[in-house]
């Protein structure tokens, strides 16, 4: 099976991960926060804002994939604040308003400044 490195030159990016990779029919998108690349700062101090480019991105590094948010078969959400939960809810039900993923949500591990929210995601293009 060939690997193929994705990335959106819209997204922010590291040296340490791929922004995602595709690998047979999946697309592998890597824990994404809600940085605005054309600021370079958080999208915001809300669990609202911050949820929205983190999924935003996620989108376009799955775009540039092949993929879409339709193509979409788990999602996995880490939060800094676990009461930020019905916030996180309140934005992601507006990108899957029907037929949702899969998802996990879970505590980050790693303090980040001013990180609330990494959203990863797995596709199906097969």
Request: charged letters at 15%; glycine letters at 12%.
């Amino acid at each position: 099976m060939t690997r193929e490195i994705v990335t959106s030159a819209t997204v922010p990016s590291s040296p340490f991960f791929s922004q995602g990779v595709k690998a047979g029919p999946f697309v592998f998108v890597s824990g994404i926060v809600g940085i605005d690349l054309t600021s370079g700062d958080l999208a915001g101090d809300s669990i609202q804002d911050q949820t929205r480019q983190a999924l935003a991105n996620c989108e376009a590094v799955l775009q540039a994939a092949g993929a879409g948010l339709g193509n979409v078969v788990e999602v996995g959400v880490l939060l800094s604040r676990p009461a930020d939960f019905a916030g996180l809810n309140e934005e992601y039900a507006r990108w899957f308003p029907v037929d949702p993923p899969a998802r996990y949500v879970a505590k980050l591990g790693v303090e980040l400044p001013g990180i609330l929210v990494s959203v990863r995601m797995t596709a199906y293009i097969g």
